[in-house]
């Protein structure tokens, strides 16, 4: 089975309070509601919002769709919450397929005096080039409302993806936008890749209220942290022919992990093997030591891979896209290093059910990934 993680190429926010403004560089991407501004900024103290831009490579899409997941997969838009305030109990965020393209420029949140050379609220490009659309919107288009909100980016309604989320649920967001991928890259596509907008609901946003003050704040590509953005790609390449192998029925098991060098470049591709075979086998004469002969795990056998300093999952278990398969040689499962922040160690983990008993195998199997 395989994941494989790419990485944006361009993200922006665009605030409702300062429509000339870009922030191409900043480390924060923001979908605030009832953003109450001063009265030296437009709309004096009306509500305002903010929205965010976010891009990923056409070259890095194709090579993923047409080189590796050529039959079916699965497409995830991954954000990491870093701040959030004033949930609702029902708020909800979606993502759209942007309809216009723009240009992400290096400008940062309240920069004085102001940059304007990249994507705002009003602007694709730059400021006094090319505004968003804010009316007259091509059929299956749409944006922001009238009056002076008017801006903040132009997206294709058939495309929405979303998450609802209350007090206590995890805030990370994890969009399936398979579809919107699926149509970048279809032979019929009708949508060009112009990224995601992600933004809360038209009746979270422009909420005159201010005690609903929904604020959500995730990293962007520029956090100097190890949770930027990703668009992770799932697919089922599972294959199991154990050849002349015995599945291990039997517990307990010893396991190990074979085809690990310890420390792999980013660009690495790398096939794991699992040695298997029961922990204290049954005495037999043979010429042959026992404990050199290698088991398959059974079908329902998955790894995961975790950071090792956070002890996050990376990679969790997962019962389609994450299943071991199996050749001759034994149980094994490719890993793309590409998908990893590099200089961090990570731990793999393999659960396996084995004689009705689910078990989870955590021995300090680890590896790491540089720089190339």
Excluded at 49 to 56: D, E, G, H
Excluded at 270 to 277: C, H
Aim: glycine share 6%.
């Amino acid at each position: 089975m395989a994941v494989y993680k790419i990485f944006p190429s361009q993200d922006a926010t665009l605030y409702s309070a300062y429509i000339n403004q870009n922030t191409g560089l900043d480390e924060i991407l923001e979908a605030t509601t009832n953003f109450i501004t001063g009265s030296t900024h437009i709309n004096g103290a009306a509500p305002q919002t903010s929205r965010f831009l976010i891009k990923f490579s056409n070259t890095d899409i194709a090579y993923v769709t047409s080189s590796l997941a050529t039959g079916a997969f699965e497409a995830n838009l991954k954000l990491f919450i870093a701040n959030s305030s004033g949930l609702k109990a029902d708020t909800v965020v979606l993502a759209n397929a942007v309809a216009e393209n723009w240009d992400m420029g290096t400008g940062r949140y309240l920069d004085s005096p102001e940059t304007q050379n990249g994507t705002s609220w009003l602007w694709r490009n730059y400021s006094g080039s090319n505004t968003w659309t804010t009316s007259s919107f091509t059929s299956g288009t749409t944006g922001s409302y009238s009056g002076s909100n008017v801006g903040g980016g132009v997206w294709w309604t058939g495309s929405a993806a979303s998450q609802s989320f209350g007090y206590w649920d995890d805030l990370d967001l994890n969009f399936n936008v398979t579809e919107i991928v699926k149509n970048w890259t279809g032979s019929s596509s009708v949508w060009s890749n112009y990224g995601f907008i992600v933004r809360q609901t038209e009746s979270q946003e422009f909420i005159d209220n201010i005690n609903q003050q929904v604020e959500l704040k995730y990293y962007s590509r520029d956090t100097h942290t190890i949770y930027p953005p990703t668009l992770e790609f799932k697919w089922d390449d599972f294959t199991y022919n154990t050849g002349s192998l015995t599945v291990i029925n039997t517990l307990p098991a010893a396991l190990t992990l074979a085809e690990n060098p310890g420390t792999f470049y980013s660009e690495s591709v790398n096939k794991f093997y699992v040695n298997a075979r029961p922990e204290y086998p049954v005495r037999v004469w043979q010429t042959a030591s026992y404990y050199t002969t290698n088991y398959a795990l059974p079908t329902a056998s998955y790894y995961a891979i975790k950071d090792l300093d956070t002890d996050e999952y990376v990679i969790d278990f997962d019962t389609t896209y994450t299943k071991l398969s199996c050749d001759a040689t034994g149980s094994f499962f490719t890993l793309y290093m590409n998908g990893l922040e590099p200089e961090r160690y990570y731990k793999v983990l393999i659960q396996t059910t084995i004689d009705g008993s689910t078990i989870v195998f955590d021995d300090n199997y680890y590896f790491k990934v540089v720089n190339g």
